[in-house]
């Protein structure tokens, strides 16, 4: 049973950072794609970042140049730099094993995993 669990979420103003945590659990794929995902309230979800057991990232273009992907054995990582009120939203973890990622990372269809989230508000 793949388990995905959340963490770091805050409250930070405008320009802070903050570095999100997803445990995973259960997996036992050799090939996998991680990947954060958000929501804010009214929208719909969308993708921030992917990276797969190759350690390849891949970022969507609302964030990049301000986030970084990462994991090791047993977490995924999201560091987030220079947070605007626009980033405030629910953040997500997704999994999906059996392949790396690829050009439909930002799909939310692909992924059969998901945590429950973590807050991220960001206050301006």
């Known amino acids: 049973q793949v388990q995905l669990q959340e963490s770091g979420g805050g409250s930070v103003q405008s320009g802070g950072s903050l570095r999100l945590s997803c445990g995973y659990s259960?997996?036992?794929?050799?090939?996998?794609?991680l990947a954060w995902f958000r929501q804010a309230p009214g929208k719909e979800r969308d993708a921030v970042a992917s990276?797969?057991?190759?350690?390849t990232p891949q970022y969507g273009d609302s964030v990049k140049g301000r986030v970084t992907i990462s994991l090791d054995e047993k977490n995924m990582y999201l560091q987030m730099n220079n947070l605007k009120p626009e980033d405030t939203a629910m953040y997500y973890c997704?999994?999906?094993?059996?392949?790396?990622?690829?050009?439909?990372?930002?799909?939310?269809?692909?992924?059969?995993?998901w945590g429950p989230g973590t807050q991220v508000t960001v206050s301006s």
């Open positions: 990276v797969d057991s190759n350690g």
């Open positions: 997704a999994a999906v094993g059996g392949t790396l990622c690829g050009g439909w990372w930002a799909r939310i269809s692909a992924y059969n995993y």
């Open positions: 259960g997996y036992r794929y050799v090939s996998y794609c």
